[in-house]
């Protein structure tokens, strides 16, 4: 056990935690925050996605000790239900949800490519969203969720 | 009396979802209080045995108790499966909830008692006639008096029974109820508030993680306890029978644990052969056989026929493969428990817990939490015995999530099918006699209070799962009963004119679990029925369409096929396209139909496709479904669901099949269970909606996942002149059939 700096949402948090466990368990189990989520622990579904310098990641094989003392972003650091992010706000808008076990996956990972090319188009939507498994298969709204913020130009 | 209750009158019984009755305990089902209370200040909470698991249910039933109460709909707090609170309503199961709490009975009849309860109270307050006041925005208004629901009850009970002759409100004057209303629970669920069962934190709480056997049917032979001593973290190696499992303080120290515990297994039998399994399938013996249905002439009107056509189709094992690790938490104090589960049946948890706990069942409390998406029997009810059983152990809360491995090893696989198909056309080309046989594999089931043997923990712990009762020949078939579309469609006591109908299933001993898994048996059946139907069309060189019509009688399916073909711009001419390419992208269509159920949903899919005839990939472009489930609740949590149903069977259509080698199950985590993702080339889908205010509620939440892939099935036949018989539909598999064709 060692003491890491965490920096999630904007706010830092010290953990005394075995360096080497995956930062999801930091940030779900230390933390308890609700938005990453398990779902496969290699890496292949997204349901653990969060953003580490621009980029989406999946946090089940990220050891915490990797990540210390870099901002985090989790789904809840994006919006709230009062003032939800503008993908957040267009997944509501559109019902582009079932289940919503994905949506850290789905939203973060959106954010991720439209932060860096606000104008991407549906091919590029797709193969951003190629690592995400929704088992709903609530696909059609998603993609169509997406496309609605990129065209608004609102993705930051 | 309509088609519907006919049927239920006849003793319909949905074998894949046992009913087991009414846990002892349980609140009373006619008690209008189980189901509606009103505080004194007039806040309206209803009780619901249905939970909402993704599919919308919980939004449509706040806004049934709005509308039947005329209360307005941000007033209604609706709880849901707890068994310290709710009614007991068996299993969130089957497309069952529409039709529970929808009709003349359960939540809906209880709104509409409730209502007319309080209008009867006001008339005797107020002084005016029953007839002269109506329910409206929570008070009961006269043309010049108005008194508030809180006050008329005073924070009192009912103390009344369910009225059958109580009105449902009249559909068309509806203001809630049969809107777009959007679902309640995704505004937190997007912003990472919402609680699933994964989330659940009890204060003091440990973490479990299972060891589960290296094969189906190996048992414990030693644990080398010594193997862990000194890692950090480790609370307790908790082993009962065949079942291990480790506690720690936290989850990677548990995962850890788990890993490197020393188990010693004594292994199972061998597995039966993934090749060619369709044909180990019917050569299995025992056999369990039932007669779903026998006109008593078939084998004559065969011999008649001036046409034979026969057909086999195979379906794999499948998975539910919920996205999350399937997860509960236990605190389990002396005698007493309290669970969180994301079961779909939590009275049966409350009892099946009871008995592997050794606790009464009136001191163990399950709440449901919603897990991730299970579309069936997932490992949420193993996974809470897991729980239960190590928090009784270290006599503290514990927290367990399934490894991926461990859920895709063991959970409850949806059932492989072999199915025979022949039929016997007269000169005209009519069908004139149809018969089907299947053998379908099973081992265990939904657990209940004396079956918790029927998942992976139940029987590690001891429990032998429900036994298998071979029987053979068969009893006389009794009253119709379709049992998950065994019968076709095109039968006479089904939805159309083929009066010689035969239809006999043998179940036969699986080496896997198996368990109901989102349109359990009926998309085996409906995939063998309606490629078969395609197979006679095309021989005909009838359209598929309009042989399909020739052959059906009742309207809603009639309607269903028509309004499909419609929006669809259906093309009538045969299948295989005249026109279809040598190289290159090839494109299908391809039509099914099916009254689910019988009688619980009636449907409609046209799917365009194109085919690479290079690769053998398939590539989806658009979607069509029609979907009647009598009066439309939420059309657009009926299109959601409509639409996730078509994806997710094109996405088993197309990829997913369990695998196994001698000893085990192979297909354990994404790279080898192919699922479609959302990266895939998403299709165009398009629903039409046929809602009928005068018909029963049915479901809709199985209705096109049971259609696509026989639609995907004929398009691909369309496109290049090849028969797919086995699912799933592979690149490899393609290509071998359009090499076969060719």
């Known amino acids: 056990m060692s003491a890491i700096t965490l920096k999630v949402n904007g706010q830092t948090h010290q953990v005394d935690i075995d360096p080497a466990t995956p930062l999801l368990y930091a940030l779900s189990d230390d933390l308890g925050l609700r938005g990453p989520k398990f779902g496969c622990g290699l890496g292949q579904c997204g349901a653990c996605t969060v953003i580490v310098r621009g980029e989406a990641i999946r946090s089940c094989v990220i050891p915490v000790a990797s990540v210390a003392g870099v901002e985090i972003t989790t789904l809840e650091g994006i919006g709230t239900p009062e003032h939800p992010h503008p993908l957040q706000a267009a997944i509501i808008e559109l019902q582009a949800a079932q289940c919503g076990y994905c949506m850290s996956g789905v939203i973060l990972s959106a954010k991720a490519l439209l932060d860096k090319k606000p104008k991407a188009q549906k091919p590029e939507i797709e193969r951003a969203l190629q690592g995400i498994l929704c088992r709903c298969f609530t696909n059609a709204r998603i993609v169509k969720a997406i496309e609605k913020v990129r065209s608004t130009g609102e993705g930051k | 009396m309509n088609r519907r209750t006919f049927l239920a009158a006849a003793g319909v019984m949905f074998v894949e979802f046992p009913s087991f009755g009414q846990v002892p305990g349980s609140p009373s089902m006619k008690a209008l209080d189980s189901w509606v209370a009103i505080g004194a200040d007039g806040t309206v909470t209803a009780y619901s045995g249905k939970e909402e698991l993704g599919q919308g249910i919980f939004t449509a039933q706040a806004q049934l108790v709005a509308e039947e109460l005329c209360v307005p709909f941000a007033k209604v707090n609706l709880i849901t499966c707890d068994t310290a609170l709710t009614p007991d309503q068996a299993h969130t199961s089957g497309s069952q909830s529409h039709p529970a709490n929808f009709n003349h009975g359960n939540?809906?009849?209880?709104?509409?008692?409730?209502?007319?309860?309080?209008?009867?109270?006001?008339?005797?307050?107020?002084?005016?006639?029953?007839?002269?006041?109506?329910?409206?925005?929570?008070?009961?208004?006269?043309?010049?008096?108005?008194i508030g629901y809180g006050e008329l009850l005073g924070g009192q009970k009912f103390n009344l029974t369910l009225d059958p002759n109580a009105k449902r409100r009249d559909p068309k004057t509806w203001t809630v109820l049969g809107k777009p209303i959007p679902r309640t629970d995704i505004p937190d669920i997007v912003t990472g508030r919402f609680e699933f069962v994964q989330n659940v934190r009890v204060p003091g709480m440990l973490h479990g993680r299972v060891v589960r056997p290296p094969s189906p049917g190996a048992k414990l032979a030693s644990v080398d306890g010594t193997s862990i001593s000194g890692m950090p973290?480790?609370?307790?190696?908790?082993?009962?029978?065949?079942?291990?499992?480790?506690v720690a303080e936290k989850p990677w120290q548990a995962i850890q644990a788990a890993q490197k515990l020393k188990v010693n297994w004594t292994p199972g039998p061998a597995l039966p052969p993934f090749a060619g399994f369709a044909d180990h399938l019917k050569k299995q013996q025992p056999t369990r056989d039932t007669r779903l249905l026998d006109s008593g002439d078939v084998d004559q009107k065969l011999a008649s026929a001036a046409t034979v056509m026969k057909g086999n189709y195979y379906h794999p094992y499948q998975m539910h493969?919920?996205?999350?690790?399937?997860?509960?938490?236990?605190?389990?104090?002396?005698?007493?428990?309290?669970?969180?589960?994301?079961?779909?049946?939590?009275?049966?948890?409350?009892?099946?817990?009871?008995?592997?706990?050794?606790?009464?069942?009136?001191?163990?409390?399950?709440?449901?939490?919603?897990?991730?998406?299970?579309?069936?029997?997932?490992?949420?009810?193993?996974?809470?015995?897991?729980?239960?059983?190590?928090?009784?152990?270290?006599?503290?809360?514990?927290r367990v999530q399934l490894s991926r491995a461990d859920e895709m090893a063991w959970e409850n696989f949806g059932h492989a099918y072999a199915l025979e198909e022949r039929v016997g056309l007269d000169a005209q080309g009519n069908i004139i006699a149809w018969d089907h046989e299947s053998w379908s594999p099973t081992l265990g089931n939904r657990p209940g209070p004396s079956t918790p043997g029927n998942v992976v923990t139940g029987t590690l712990l001891g429990y032998a799962p429900e036994p298998f009762v071979p029987r053979s020949p068969s009893p006389a078939a009794g009253a119709f009963n379709n049992n998950s579309n065994g019968i076709p469609s095109y039968a006479g006591a089904g939805c159309g004119n083929v009066k010689s109908v035969r239809v006999l299933v043998h179940n036969v001993r699986s080496a896997f679990f198996t368990g109901p898994l989102r349109s359990p048996a009926r998309l085996q059946n409906t995939f063998a029925h309606?490629?078969?139907?395609?197979?006679?069309?095309?021989?005909?060189?009838?359209?598929?369409?309009?042989?399909?019509?020739?052959?059906?009688?009742?309207?809603?399916?009639?309607?269903?096929?028509?309004?499909?073909?419609?929006?669809?711009?259906?093309?009538?001419?045969?299948?295989?396209?005249?026109?279809?390419?040598?190289?290159?992208?090839?494109?299908?269509?391809?039509?099914?139909?099916?009254?689910?159920?019988?009688?619980?949903?009636?449907?409609a899919l046209v799917a365009e496709i194109e085919v690479d005839?290079?690769?053998?990939?398939?590539?989806?472009?658009?979607?069509?479904?029609?979907?009647?489930?009598?009066?439309?609740?939420?059309?657009?949590?009926?299109?959601?669901?409509?639409?996730?149903?078509?994806?997710q069977g094109l996405s088993r259509a197309l990829g997913e099949e369990v695998t196994w080698d001698e000893t085990k199950v192979t297909s354990v985590h994404w790279g080898n269970y192919r699922s479609l993702t959302l990266g895939m080339q998403t299709p165009v889908i398009e629903s039409v909606l046929i809602n009928r205010p005068e018909e029963e509620a049915c479901g809709s939440g199985e209705t096109s996942i049971t259609l696509i892939q026989a639609a995907i099935g004929n398009a691909i036949f369309d496109a290049t002149g090849a028969r797919l018989r086995e699912a799933p539909f592979t690149p490899a598999r393609v290509l071998a059939a359009i090499k076969a064709s060719s």
């Not at chain 2, 005797?124 to 208004?141: C, D, F, Q, Y």
């Open chain 2, 107 to 146: 939540l809906a009849l209880a709104c509409a008692t409730a209502r007319e309860a309080l209008i009867r109270l006001a008339s005797a307050k107020l002084g005016v006639p029953v007839s002269e006041l109506s329910a409206v925005n929570g008070e009961v208004r006269s043309a010049s008096k108005k």
């Open chain 2, 530 to 603: 309606e490629c078969f139907m395609d197979e006679i069309a095309a021989r005909l060189k009838a359209d598929p369409l309009e042989y399909r019509l020739r052959h059906l009688s009742f309207f809603r399916l009639r309607d269903a096929l028509t309004e499909v073909a419609k929006a669809a711009n259906w093309q009538k001419r045969p299948s295989p396209n005249p026109k279809r390419p040598k190289t290159g992208m090839a494109p299908g269509r391809g039509i099914a139909v099916v009254a689910y159920e019988g009688d619980n949903g009636y449907a």
């Open chain 2, 613 to 647: 005839l290079a690769t053998g990939r398939i590539v989806t472009k658009r979607i069509v479904v029609s979907n009647d489930s009598g009066p439309i609740s939420n059309p657009d949590g009926m299109k959601n669901q409509i639409e996730g149903g078509a994806l």
């Open chain 2, 233 to 246: 973290g480790v609370v307790k190696i908790v082993t009962k029978k065949d079942f291990v499992g480790v």
């Open chain 2, 321 to 398: 493969g919920s996205v999350g690790g399937s997860c509960a938490v236990a605190d389990v104090q002396g005698d007493k428990a309290t669970i969180w589960s994301g079961t779909q049946g939590v009275w049966y948890q409350k009892s099946a817990c009871a008995t592997l706990l050794g606790l009464k069942p009136a001191d163990v409390h399950v709440i449901f939490r919603r897990g991730s998406g299970c579309y069936g029997l997932n490992g949420a009810d193993t996974v809470t015995y897991d729980a239960a059983v190590m928090s009784q152990a270290v006599g503290k809360p514990v």
